[in-house]
């Protein structure tokens, strides 16, 4: 869930890929790419995926909360999770 007005912290998963399938919400954007220079709109319905070693942040605009299932192909994908805090302040 990414609650109204959220975003995750720029990070990447250095090990494995992640997908995402939206649920419920208004709208949710993904921010990816070495600067984070790609932007996708995701609505109910969507599929988001992002490959092993690729930069992202979600982003919440929205006054509902985002809800969407995740799978990741690492069952411990936490282990490779890497904040990337210089690209922060490229998402507006």
């Known amino acids: 869930m990414l609650?109204?007005?959220g975003?995750?912290?720029a990070h990447v998963h250095e090990n494995h890929e992640s997908a995402?399938?939206?649920v419920s919400g208004d709208e949710a954007e993904l921010?990816?790419?070495?600067?984070?220079?790609?932007?996708?709109?995701a609505h109910v319905g969507d599929?988001?995926?992002?490959?092993?070693?690729v930069p992202?942040?979600?982003?919440?605009?929205?006054?509902?909360?985002v809800f969407a299932v995740g799978a990741r192909t690492d069952p411990h994908e936490?282990?490779?999770v890497v904040l990337r805090p210089e690209l922060d302040e490229l998402v507006p």
């Open 47 to 53: 599929y988001l995926y992002v490959p092993a070693g």
């Open 3 to 5: 609650p109204p007005g």
């Open 78 to 80: 936490q282990e490779s």
């Open 56 to 65: 992202h942040v979600a982003v919440n605009r929205s006054e509902t909360p």
């Open 7 to 9: 975003r995750t912290k």
């Open 31 to 41: 921010w990816t790419g070495e600067q984070l220079e790609q932007r996708e709109v």
């Open 20 to 22: 995402f399938y939206i």
